[in-house]
């Protein structure tokens, strides 16, 4: 399982940290992915990490303002959201994905993701 949590409502260039935790089969060694979805929008990608390289992966709308890191000795990913934009009002999700996958499909798409925590509403008022 996955639980998203860190959302909130914030101003046009404050910071915002979301938390990504992660239990049973889905906290051993999968990759991880950020996805929000806007009112009356598509679900898209925001970010991805993998589990042992450290590589990571970011949309070209969040690139130089959004970091992703994990703890995997807690089973953590977190999104780091700096100069947060009202654009980027959505609720936010965490996804898993095995590293097979992960590495031989696109990791922006969302269907290849296993499992899927709920989400965290971020809010950025202009």
């Known amino acids: 399982q996955l639980q998203a949590s860190g959302g909130g409502l914030v101003q046009t260039g404050d910071s915002l940290r979301l938390s990504c935790v992660a239990s049973?089969?889905?906290?051993?060694?999968?990759?991880v992915g950020w996805f929000r979805q806007a009112p009356g929008k598509k679900r898209e990608f925001v970010s991805a990490?993998?589990?042992?390289?450290?590589?990571?992966y970011f949309a070209d709308s969040v690139e130089g303002r959004f970091t992703i890191s994990r703890d995997n000795a807690k089973n953590m990913v977190y999104l780091q959201m700096n100069s947060l934009k009202p654009e980027d009002t959505a609720v936010y999700f965490c996804?898993?994905?095995?590293?097979?996958?992960?590495?031989?499909?696109?990791?922006?798409?969302?269907?290849?993701?296993?499992?899927w925590g709920s989400g965290t509403l971020v809010t950025v008022s202009s």
């Open positions: 996804a898993a994905v095995y590293p097979s996958t992960f590495y031989s499909q696109n990791y922006y798409t969302a269907g290849i993701y296993d499992f």
């Open positions: 049973g089969r889905t906290s051993s060694r999968f990759a």
């Open positions: 990490i993998n589990w042992r390289f450290e590589s990571t």
